[in-house]
C-alpha cells in the first residue's frame, strides 16, 4: 500500500467560493481507478503555510502510475490545480518499518 | 482527530546501524499518554527529499498539546531528534472537508 499525500495552498481567499469550487473538483479525482480512502483534510499545524491536504491510497505502484497518468488526472492537474495552486508539496508513504 | 504527520532525514547513511537505532528509539513515542495510531514510514515521493516519516492520532488538541510538552517527548526531541535529524516538516491534518 502506498499513502499519496499533497499538502497545498491556493491562490484563492479563505473561505472563498472559488476555493470551495476548486475543493469539489478536487473530490472528483477520488472516482479515478485505483484511487481509495480518498480524503480531502485542512492543514492546521503552525510550522507551515499549507492550508489543505489530498490523501489517497493505492494498492500498488502500478495503480499509482496509472492514477498519475490516467487523462481525467492529467486534465485536472494543467486546467484546475496549477492554475489555482500556489505552493505544494506532495510526500508518500509506505507502511510501517519493521 | 488530529492526524500529526513529521517527515524527516538523518544524518546517518541508509541502512545504518545509527538509523535503525534512531527508529527504535522513535517508537517509543508510541506508549506516550494520548498517541494513537502511531506508525513509522519510509517516504518513497521523489518529489522531496525526506526519507522517513512519523504518523499518529491525537483525540484532541488537548491530548495533542500534552504529547508536545510531556517530559519524555521534550527529551527525546532535545537529546536524540534534534542531533540526529538533517531536516524536517510537520504536517498536521484535521478530518476530512465538506
Redesign the interface.
Known sequence: M????V?FSLHHRSGSKEE?AF?SQARLLRSLPGVMDF???????S??S?A??L?MMFSSQHSYDAYNTHPDHLRFVETIWLPQVAEF??????????
Open positions: 502506498i499513502q499519496h499525500t499538502a470551495q475543493l480524503k480531502v483534510l485542512r492543514q492546521v499545524s510550522k507551515n499549507f489543505f491536504g490523501s508539496m506532495e510526500i508518500d508513504y509506505v507502511e510501517e518499518l519493521g
